[in-house]
């Protein structure tokens, strides 16, 4: 049976991605080798890795004076790269939930950190909106979209300091003006490639003014003087990210997946909002057009574990909540036809009917 997949990560990939992939774990680029044998120095390797660097500036604008890097060690690695490389005496977090308390608690290794707002004590249903960011801060770091929560900022927000963002889950989902960023990273597995390369976009000018030393691993400049080649880069899944923006690209570019993102992400909201049984958990204005997550209302709250069971039955996957909210998420990434939206809600209703 087809399935419908709403895992929130890794996470469904565009059958054209995995059918590259599959062909080039046979055969890479006519070589008679498989890519998973294959040199990350031969000179095909290096034809993915310049197209997979020269589309996401492509796909995303990226301004010259930014360098493209492809790392390993997850977003999670980026939590302490980011200080590491960028705080040298103070810096600013908003904190919207697990991933971004992470990054403080990372930062913290470093300096001084300013959460500037939380919601946490509303279990991160809203993204704050007053708040300030002290003048001095090295830089102010932001999670676009909570994955775990739903909630999602859909805009650049305005700093005079240097802006740092987590766009692991909402990366390609929507046009950013990069020239407001220093630093945005994001972990392949949700809207990219197979887990193991998270992707760096950095102004080149940001690094190089901490005193610190920086462990070589560590330091940006090492991954950009080498092209992201200094030690052996996540090659398969490179390969596969590569696969994702051609995709990306030929499917009409980001503007075209926002699209997309918004209309699948509208039905199902209406959906929800509309059913006397489900109910959503994030705040209407900063819902996420990526994770939507929603709970049963409690009346009917015992029935939360048959409706997985049903929607299972039609080939829906991964729709459990994170256990710190329950209840349902739906993971709406780019390469989730509309399809597996309609069948989700159609789902929906039909539960609703026989209860
Ligand atoms: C999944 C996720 C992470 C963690 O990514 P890893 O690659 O597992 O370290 C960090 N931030 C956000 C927003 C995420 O969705």
Known sequence: MKKHNFYAGPS?????????????????????????????????????????????KDLLNVPAGYSVLFLGGGASMQFCMVPYNLLRKKASYLDTGTWASNAIKEARLFGEVDVV??????????????????????????????????????YDPETDVRLVADMSSDIFSRPVDISKYDL????????????????????????GHVERAIPTMLNYQTHIAKGSMFNTPPVL??????????????MGGIEAMEKRDLEKA?????AIDSSRMFTGTARV???????????MKPEYKELEKDFIDFASARGIV??????????????????????????????????????
């Open 266 to 270: 509208g039905l199902l909201y209406e």
């Open 285 to 295: 204005e900063d819902r996420s057009i990526m994770n939507v997550c929603f709970v």
């Open 117 to 154: 707002a939380s919601s946490k004590d509303a279990n991160y249903s809203f993204i704050p909106k007053d708040y300030t960011i002290a003048p001095d801060s090295d830089y102010f770091h932001f999670t676009s979209n909570n994955t775990i929560y739903g909630t999602e900022m859909r």
């Open 184 to 207: 945005i990273y994001a972990g392949a597995q949700k809207n990219l490639a197979p887990a193991g390369v998270t992707i760096v976009i950095v102004r080149d000018e940001a690094l």
């Open 12 to 56: 469904i990939l565009s059958e054209y991605t995995i059918k590259n992939t599959a062909d080039a774990i046979l055969d890479f680029a006519g070589t008679g080798l498989s890519v998973l044998e294959v040199s990350h120095r031969s000179k095909e390797f290096q034809a993915v890795i310049d197209e997979a660097s020269q589309l996401v």
């Open 318 to 355: 991964g729709i459990k909540g994170h256990r710190s909210v329950g209840g349902f998420r739906a993971s709406l990434y780019n390469a989730l036809p509309i399809e597996s939206v309609r069948v989700l809600i159609e789902a929906m209703n039909d539960f609703q009917a026989t209860r």
């Open 237 to 250: 899944p490179i390969f596969s990210a590569l696969q994702t923006l051609r995709w990306y690209r030929d």
